[in-house]
Nanobody, 123 residues
Framework: QLQLAESGGGLVQAGGSLRLSCVST????????IGWFRQVPGKQRELVAG???????WYDGSVEGRFTVTGDNAKNTYYLQIDNLKPEDTAVYYC?????????????????WGQGTQVTVSS
């Protein structure tokens, strides 16, 4: 059974950077798509970035240019680099996985979730 665990969140000042990590365990020989979501209280979880099983990144237009998603298959670890953080980036960030046959930029493609990591950006 695939499991995901995020880390790397924290409190940072606006303009700073963070790198979130997502470690996957189980199902090591299965290719899958990775997505990064974020959620603030009272709002729906939104898909902000993703990485196909072939390593092609996808970004929501609202974060393109500041977010970078990468993966290290040898370590079964995926990263979300966030630069020039803004207070509106404050959220719980989740990584999720879905079948490699599903579309990377579609939220319903994902069905396995990590527990989330809190990112708080102060102004």
């Amino acid at each position: 059974q695939l499991q995901l665990a995020e880390s790397g969140g924290g409190l940072v000042q606006a303009g700073g950077s963070l790198r979130l990590s997502c470690v996957s365990t189980g199902r090591y020989y299965t290719r899958y798509t990775i997505g990064w979501f974020r959620q603030v209280p009272g709002k729906q979880r939104e898909l902000v970035a993703g990485l196909t099983s072939g390593g092609t990144p996808w970004y929501d237009g609202s974060v393109e240019g500041r977010f970078t998603v990468t993966g290290d298959n040898a370590k079964n670890t995926y990263y979300l680099q966030i630069d020039n953080l803004k207070p509106e980036d404050t959220a719980v960030y989740y990584c999720a996985s879905g079948s490699s046959f599903r579309e990377v930029g579609v939220a319903r493609s994902y069905n396995v979730w990590g527990q989330g990591t809190q990112v708080t950006v102060s102004s």
